[in-house]
């Protein structure tokens, strides 16, 4: 694996973007579990959901690197990522409040959405004593949901999603260790956080 690949591989798979990934994957594979929204209300909400986990946090981290605060987006340096992931669980506490209370009781969506913002905040705290891999958290988080949902939902064509995203996943987390991004153990923490976390949350509240 070259260097130029594998920060490609990190950029495209950016865990702010997981959460679009996850409910377009969704959407297109087992709409019926957003029922009683229809396809095209759904592609609305996942629309917000971009602006709201990817666009504002990234905005605010353009923000940070404008003011020498971070020095790169991949947020190599473990206390440099504490203000980030910090603002991070703040916009996504702000999106599962819109969709809760504001846009109406949304449950699966807000279950997804609350899931998320618990696991981005189990590695902030986390980072505070070691730089735990929020890429791998994102894509454990990924797998957890579509196996899950998968358990809850026989019918549901997500056997082809589900070992993708794992191949996928494996690239990602081997892009970061050759990046000397993180140490083994940081990945396989992140990893488990999320596909625990997720995993857990769909068996028992979905």
């Known amino acids: 694996m070259s260097r130029k690949l594998a920060l490609t591989i990190s950029y495209v798979f950016h865990p702010l973007l997981m959460p679009t990934m996850l409910f377009g994957v969704l959407l297109l594979v087992g709409p019926e579990i957003f029922s009683p929204?229809?396809?095209?209300?759904m592609k609305l909400l996942i629309a917000l959901i971009f602006v709201t986990t990817f666009v504002i946090p990234l905005l605010s981290m353009s923000t940070l690197k404008l003011t020498g605060t971070i020095s790169s987006f991949m947020l190599e340096k473990r206390k440099e990522r504490l203000l980030p992931f910090f603002f991070t669980v703040f916009f996504y506490g702000i999106t599962?409040?819109?969709?809760?209370f504001r846009i109406g009781r949304l449950d699966n969506i807000t279950l997804i959405l609350g899931t998320i913002t618990t696991i981005i905040l189990v590695v902030a705290l986390l980072t505070i004593k070691i730089k735990v891999s929020a890429h791998s958290a994102g894509m454990g988080g990924?797998?957890?949901?579509?196996?899950?949902?998968?358990?809850?939902?026989?019918?549901?064509?997500?056997?082809?999603?589900?070992?993708?995203?794992?191949?996928?996943?494996g690239g990602v987390m081997t892009a970061r260790m050759y990046l000397n991004a993180h140490r083994p153990v940081e990945i396989?923490?992140?990893g488990a956080i999320g596909l625990v976390l997720s995993f857990c949350s769909v068996l028992l509240w979905f």
């Open 37 to 41: 929204y229809s396809f095209e209300q």
């Open 96 to 100: 599962v409040y819109m969709f809760t």
């Open 142 to 169: 990924v797998i957890g949901f579509l196996w899950a949902i998968k358990m809850t939902y026989p019918d549901m064509g997500l056997l082809w999603p589900l070992l993708v995203t794992i191949l996928i996943s």
């Open 188 to 190: 396989y923490m992140g």
